[in-house]
C-alpha cells in the first residue's frame, strides 16, 4: 500500500486522481517589456504599485552627521543640477520596480570610464555627474565568476551604445546597481544579472481589480431598462412597413415619456393588451466587491489601503495611522538594509569630491517618515527631560553621570526634536552648566533654602490630606507685555488690554480638582523662542495672537490628568490682545514674531464673571 504525505479520501475523490485541484500548477508566463510600460503609463494601480515605494523611500532623504561646514559641503553636492542623487535614486528605484532593473552611472574625473576606480584615489570635486540608464538602455560582457573579486556576480564589463552608434564601455567599479523584484534562484533565470518586474507579481490581482471597475461602470447604462409586452409582436415584424411602424409608434412613445414623464400603451382596460414594466439594477454589494479587490491588488504590491488609496479607514476599530506607522518602519528598514548598501560607493565618492578625504566619523540617518504631532513631541520632550533628571539623580555626589555630560546630550537631542530652536546658540551666548557653577556661598544659601523647602512640603503635604478639590484656573503673565502692546499699536490696535492683564492661559477647570495633585511646572519663568508659528485669529469678540509652546502643551496635559476639566476640543496657547470691536482687519496684521517671555504659573479658582472686569487702555 503506497502512502502519501497528504489528505486522501477515496470516496469523495480528495486526493486522489479524480481530485479537480490535481491539475493545479504554477506556470511562470514573463510578461513582454511593451505590457510593463503600457501598464504604467495606461493604468492608474500599476503606476501607484511601481512609483509609491520609491516615492516614499527617498522623500524625506537623509541627515548628515559632521561639522556644519562639512554637512553643507556634502548636501552642495548632492544638490548640484548634474547630480541632484535624491531624484535621480527615485527614478531609478522607479525604473527597476518596472522593468527589472536599472542602473547610476558615476561620473567620475579619475581614469577613463573603463579602468576601475580605486575610491581612494577620488579628490575634491572630481564627482562630475550621475545618470540613470534603465536595463534596455544598457548591455554588458561576460559574469564576473571569480569568487574572490568584489565584484562577483557583476558584468566585468557594462556597454552603452547611443542612437548615433558610438559605444561607452564602463567599469562596474562605476555604478550603483537596482534591481526590481529579485529572483532568487539566478542561475535558472534567463538573466541573472537583472530582477523581474514588480508588476509580474502583482499583474493578475492589477488586472481582476480593473476588470471589476470596467464591468461595474458598463452595468451603469443598463442600471434601469423599459420592458414592453406587446401581443403579437412576432407579426409585426414579417415585413419591413409593419416594422418601420411599430418603431416610430414606440419613438414616438418614449418622446411622450421625456415631455410627460408619462407612456401611453394600448389596453382594453381588463389587462389585456401590451404592457410595460421597468427592470433596475441594484448596486448595493458592489461598493464593497470593487473594495476588496483593491484590497488584493494592494496587499499584492505590499502597500497598505491607507497609503494606496489616500483613503483613512472606517468603521469601529479601524486603526489606520497604526498600519501607515508599521509601513513606514518597513520602508525604513528597506533603506537601511538595502538603499543604503547600494548608494556605498556613490556616497565614498560623494564625501571625497566635497570635502577632499575621507573622516571616518562622517555617517548619516535616514530622515524618519512619520511626523510626529505637536501633542507626541511634546511627550517626547517631557521624557526626555525627566530621564536627563533620572540619569544625574539628586546631586550630592549621586549621579550616575555628570550633570554637563547630561545637559549637551539633552540639548543635542531638544534641538534635533525641534522642540527649542536656538537652545544651543543660546547656551554658548550665556554658558553652560560646567562655566555657570556656583559658589560656596550660592551653595549655602541653596542649602538653606532646601531645608526651608523641606519643612514647607512637609506642613503642605499635612494640609493637603485635608484640602478639598476646587475649580482651577491656571495662567501665566506675559512679563514682556510692553513689546507686544507697542507691537499692537504699531499693527493699528486702538486700545489693548493692559500690560498686568496680558497672560497665557494653561488650564479652566470648572470641575474640582486636587490641586496638590496637578503638583507645578518644572519651569519657573518659561521663554518661548522668536519665530515659528504665529498667527492673528478671533475667538469671540477677542483678538488673540496664536502660537506654539510645547512645555504649554504638556503641562496643559499633566493638568487634564490630574483630573482638570476643559471646555474646547483642544488646547491652543494664545495671548488676547484687545476686545475692541473696530480693531484692524486681522488679515491685514502681520503677527507678533519677537521672544515671549512668561512669568511663572498663578493659581487661583475659576470666576465666571471674569468678563465684567476687562478694561482696555
Known amino acids: 500500500m503506497l502512502l502519501f504525505d497528504r489528505l486522501q479520501n477515496f470516496v469523495s475523490g480528495l486526493g486522489t486522481a479524480k481530485d479537480k485541484r490535481v491539475g493545479n500548477a504554477f506556470v511562470f508566463q514573463q510578461i513582454d517589456p511593451a ?40 548636501e552642495k553636492v548632492e544638490r548640484a543640477p548634474q547630480i541632484n542623487i535624491q531624484a535621480k535614486v527615485n527614478e531609478a ?32 570635486d572630481t564627482l562630475k555627474y550621475v545618470h540613470v540608464l534603465g536595463r534596455d538602455q544598457v548591455s554588458y560582457t561576460d559574469i564576473n565568476r571569480d569568487i574572490t573579486s568584489p565584484y562577483y556576480g557583476e558584468p566585468t564589463m557594462w556597454e552603452f551604445t547611443s542612437k548615433n552608434g558610438q559605444m561607452v564601455r564602463i567599469h562596474p567599479s562605476r555604478v550603483v546597481k537596482f534591481i526590481g523584484a529579485p529572483i532568487l534562484d539566478k542561475y535558472t533565470a534567463p538573466d541573472e544579472v537583472w530582477g523581474d518586474s514588480v508588476l509580474q507579481v502583482v499583474y493578475d490581482a492589477l488586472q481582476n481589480a480593473a476588470s471589476s471597475q470596467e464591468h461595474t461602470a458598463s452595468l451603469i447604462p443598463e442600471a434601469k431598462t423599459d420592458v414592453l409586452y406587446i401581443p403579437s409582436l412576432s407579426k409585426y415584424l414579417e415585413n419591413e412597413k409593419t416594422t418601420q411602424k411599430l418603431t416610430e409608434r414606440f419613438t414616438y412613445a418614449n418622446t411622450m415619456k421625456s415631455m410627460f414623464n408619462m407612456l401611453l400603451l394600448e389596453g382594453d382596460g381588463n389587462g389585456a393588451g401590451e404592457k410595460w414594466e421597468q427592470k433596475t439594477i441594484s448596486f448595493a454589494q458592489y461598493p464593497e466587491l470593487l473594495r476588496q479587490y483593491l484590497q488584493v491588488a494592494s496587499g499584492a504590491a505590499d502597500i497598505p489601503m491607507v497609503r494606496f488609496l489616500q483613503d483613512a479607514p472606517s468603521g469601529l476599530g479601524s486603526n489606520g495611522e497604526v498600519t501607515l506607522k508599521n509601513y513606514y518602519d518597513r520602508i525604513g528598514a528597506d533603506q537601511r538594509n538595502d538603499l543604503s548598501p547600494a548608494l556605498w560607493r556613490f556616497d565614498e565618492i560623494a564625501i571625497r569630491s566635497a570635502t577632499g578625504g575621507r573622516d571616518p566619523k562622517i555617517y548619516y540617518e535616514w530622515a524618519p517618515l512619520y511626523s510626529q504631532t505637536e501633542k507626541e513631541r511634546a511627550e517626547v520632550f517631557k521624557l526626555n527631560a525627566e530621564a536627563a533628571r533620572a540619569i544625574v539623580g539628586s546631586g550630592a555626589g549621586q549621579e550616575l553621570i555628570t550633570r554637563e555630560a547630561v545637559s549637551k546630550a539633552l ?46 512640603v512637609t506642613r503642605m503635604q499635612q494640609a493637603a490630606n485635608d484640602a478639598a478639590p476646587r475649580t482651577l484656573y491656571v495662567s501665566r503673565k506675559v512679563i514682556n507685555a510692553a513689546d507686544l502692546i507697542a507691537w499692537a499699536k504699531g499693527q493699528g490696535f486702538k486700545s489693548t488690554l493692559p500690560a498686568d492683564d496680558l497672560h497665557v492661559t494653561i488650564a479652566y477647570s470648572r470641575d474640582p480638582v486636587d490641586w496638590m495633585k496637578v503638583g507645578e511646572s518644572w519651569a519657573g519663568e518659561l521663554k ?90
Not at 45 to 55: F, Q, W, Y
Not at 98 to 122: C, F, K, T, W
Not at 443 to 450: H, K
Open 528 to 617: 518661548v523662542a522668536a519665530g515659528g508659528p504665529r498667527l492673528m485669529e478671533r475667538f469671540g469678540e477677542a483678538r488673540v495672537l496664536l502660537f506654539k509652546a510645547a512645555e504649554l502643551d504638556w503641562r496643559h496635559e499633566r493638568i487634564k490628568a490630574a483630573g482638570a476639566s476643559w471646555d474646547h476640543p483642544e488646547y491652543q496657547s494664545h495671548i488676547t490682545i484687545s476686545y475692541d470691536p473696530e480693531s484692524p482687519d486681522l488679515e491685514s496684521i502681520e503677527p507678533y514674531q519677537g521672544e515671549i517671555i512668561l512669568g511663572p504659573e498663578i493659581f487661583a479658582e475659576v470666576k465666571e464673571e471674569w468678563g465684567n472686569d476687562i478694561t482696555e487702555e
Open 35 to 74: 505590457q510593463l510600460v503600457a501598464m504604467h503609463r495606461s493604468d492608474w494601480m500599476a503606476r501607484k504599485v511601481v512609483d509609491i515605494i520609491p516615492d516614499d523611500m527617498t522623500r524625506e532623504w537623509r541627515e548628515w552627521k559632521a561639522d556644519e561646514a562639512i554637512v553643507e559641503a556634502i
Open 411 to 456: 540639548i543635542s537631542r531638544i534641538e534635533e526634536d525641534g522642540n527649542l530652536p536656538g537652545l544651543a546658540a543660546a547656551v554658548e551666548e550665556y554658558g553652560d552648566l560646567e562655566e555657570n557653577e556656583p559658589t560656596e556661598e550660592e551653595l549655602a544659601a541653596a542649602a538653606a533654602t532646601q531645608a526651608a523647602n523641606s519643612s514647607n
Open 93 to 124: 528605484l522607479q525604473l527597476a520596480r518596472l522593468r527589472g532593473g536599472s542602473i547610476l552611472v558615476l561620473g567620475v574625473d579619475v581614469g577613463s570610464p573603463e579602468e576601475e576606480l580605486v575610491i581612494e584615489r577620488v579628490g575634491k
